[in-house]
């Protein structure tokens, strides 16, 4: 790792992302109506410690201060998401203004202080009701998203500068309703497969949906990451093929090419399956990809128990693959490993796999937990997170020199929030929450990021200061 940062174009997009749920808070407020996380969270035993989104960040009285936050460290775009039931408490039918004027004036003083606003509708926090009617199970509610999408694109679409419908439908697929550790908590194993096919409906009827209200610029947040094989043996080989058209190709390939990765996977769902990937592969004006860590993926051991461990949770016998740990020391406080190549061979790896048709791709999330210690005068110094942003970004340099299209990278996360089944012990942002006083404090990759932006401003190139 070098101490030099990377230098990108001057018109590099750098952005900072976060999420309702994880940093809003005030889930009674103002006529909100309850979400699957609302409900998730009350259950006993299912996010560490027993916290909950209550108050989160408190995001929702404080934006004005986070918003300056944003001004001062100089990002030009801050990725929000829109609560569903703030908008429409039961995700149908009627608008709650109320709740609506939150992100209106959120949106106007993003706009103030220079920085563009780019949405996400729907960042995994269901309205309860729909859920109660079946949420993602249920094709109904990929039209419920379309009029969310188009509520929210009429109110707020003047001032929006990037949409995306959905967020990692793979993870809300994957934890939410295969495995059954994020909210709603089903465990449906490959039943889940039918959450993904609706998610994907309703992100190509929501992109119908703003484009009808006159919005502009259109993606996606998807999770990707490489998978690898454990071992040259051809049983690996396999195994990881499966593996990677499950949680990368069934998500991207609908989208951009308009067809699932196999006829088998296709076939094994309910609907008009060939109609609605019509619908689906609407033409976007850009993909966003969040990436974290690869995958090493083996042959299921012949007594198979169980994957355990890398997913952070025990996977049920009898599937086709078997994650593994990678072999790395390099890890976050999370656990997850750190490889920067990952992110360089993910996007040269959309640029092989759909070449004319793949449109410019943004890093919508990027980051890393670390424990970080307490303010001490004012300052935390989280060397570590420097470290771990500025080695993806070389990374992402080295493909961008390769001649791929990237245009931005949004850290995860501006603040320390609410990081779903782990609670707040993670904390993934550049300014620290204390979460007993919700006062904020610029953690020095904070500060470190500002420098980076300022430099690509002024055109120099910039050796980090504080670190
Ligand atoms: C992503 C989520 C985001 C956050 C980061 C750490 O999968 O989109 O909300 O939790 O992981």
């Known amino acids: 790792m070098t101490a030099t940062d990377p230098v990108f174009e001057p018109d590099f997009l750098w952005g900072v992302a976060a999420a309702a749920y994880q940093i809003e808070g ?15 969270c009350g259950r006993p035993g299912v996010v560490a410690r027993g916290e909950t989104g209550d108050v989160a960040t408190d995001h929702y009285h404080r934006y004005r201060e986070d918003v300056a936050l944003m ?17 429409q408490p039961t995700g149908r039918g009627v608008i709650n203004e109320p709740g609506l004027d939150f992100y209106d004036r959120l949106i106007d003083e993003l706009c103030a202080a220079g920085i ?19 949420g993602w199970l249920e094709r109904d509610t990929a039209a419920r998203l379309a009029d969310y999408a188009d509520i929210v694109g009429r109110r707020l679409g003047d001032r929006v500068r990037m949409w995306m419908p959905l967020n ?4 809300h697929t994957l934890y939410g309703h295969a495995l059954g550790v994020h909210a709603p908590g089903y465990q449906l194993g490959f039943g889940a497969l039918q959450a993904a096919h609706h998610q994907l409906l309703g992100h190509g009827l929501a992109v119908q949906a703003l484009r009808a209200a006159g919005c502009e610029n259109i993606g996606i947040a998807s999770n990707h990451a490489p998978v690898h094989a454990a071992s040259d043996a051809r049983e690996d080989a396999l195994a990881a093929d499966i593996y990677d058209h499950l949680v990368n190709w069934t998500f991207a390939d609908p989208v951009l090419r308009g067809t699932y990765p196999t006829p088998e996977l296709a076939a094994a769902l309910a609907g008009p399956v060939d109609e609605d990937l019509k619908t689906v592969a609407q033409p976007l004006d850009w993909f966003g990809i969040n990436y974290y860590e690869p995958t090493v993926i083996a042959a299921p051991a012949a007594r198979d ?18 994650p593994v740990a990678l072999d790395t020391p390099d890890r976050t406080d999370f656990g997850w490993p750190i490889v920067p190549a990952g992110l360089r061979d993910i996007v ?10 793949l449109p410019p791709l943004y890093i919508t999330e990027s980051g890393a937990s670390f424990h970080d210690p307490d303010p001490v005068d004012g300052r935390v110094p989280d060397r570590r997170r420097i470290d771990y942003h500025r080695a993806h970004l070389h990374a992402l340099k080295q493909a961008v020199d390769d001649g791929v299209d990237v245009r931005g990278y949004f850290v995860w996360s501006i603040l320390d929030n609410f990081e779903w089944a782990a609670g707040y012990r993670e904390r993934f942002g550049l300014v620290h929450v204390d979460y007993r006083t919700l006062e904020r404090t610029p953690k020095d990759s904070y500060h470190w990021y500002r420098d980076l932006i300022a430099a690509h401003r002024t055109g120099q190139t ?6």
């Open 26 to 40: 005030a889930v009674e407020e103002d006529g909100r109506g309850r979400s699957i996380w609302d409900e998730f």
């Open 71 to 87: 001004r001062d460290l100089g990002v030009g775009a801050y990725r929000l998401s829109v609560s569903w039931p703030r908008v």
């Open 462 to 467: 910039v050796t980090a200061s504080r670190s």
């Open 305 to 322: 128990e169980g994957a355990s461990g890398v997913l952070e949770v025990e996977l049920p016998p009898g599937l086709p693959f078997r």
């Open 348 to 357: 040269r790896t959309f640029a092989d796999r759909y070449g004319e048709m």
């Open 116 to 134: 563009a606003p780019a949405v996400t509708l729907f960042h995994w926090d269901l309205p309860q009701a729909l859920q109660d009617n079946g």
């Open 168 to 171: 990692e439908p793979v993870v």
